[in-house]
């Protein structure tokens, strides 16, 4: 049984295995994401820049039987990409952040120093 991003009756995908509309995507490939979770008092957002190909353990983590993981991390490889496949994929941090507001609506700005949350290697 493929995994689904709905949570039901089995384990849900990893979140790199699927794409929504507003989501960054290299090739196709799911690159950057992001999730969010609400309740009555906060509101947490959390984002992931798939740097390196590690993202594909989560599959060791899944509550799936072993001869259904192969499956699962090919089709987690054929979701989401990483940006050390990229030309310049292996520099840093800051040149990544650069690029990404290059390419998003003139609204999104960067923002450094006190203020801003730092970048994290």
Partial sequence: RPLSPQ??????????????RHEITLGGRKVLGSAQRRTRVALLQQGSLLRSSG?????DYLAIPEQER??????????ATHVEHTPGGGEGLERWADALVGVLPARVRRSSGESALPLTG
């Fill in 55 to 59: 993202h594909e353990r989560i599959v």
């Fill in 7 to 20: 949570r039901g009756d089995g384990p849900a995908a990893p979140c790199f295995a699927t794409t929504t």
């Fill in 70 to 79: 192969e499956s699962a991390r090919h089709a987690l490889r054929a979701a």
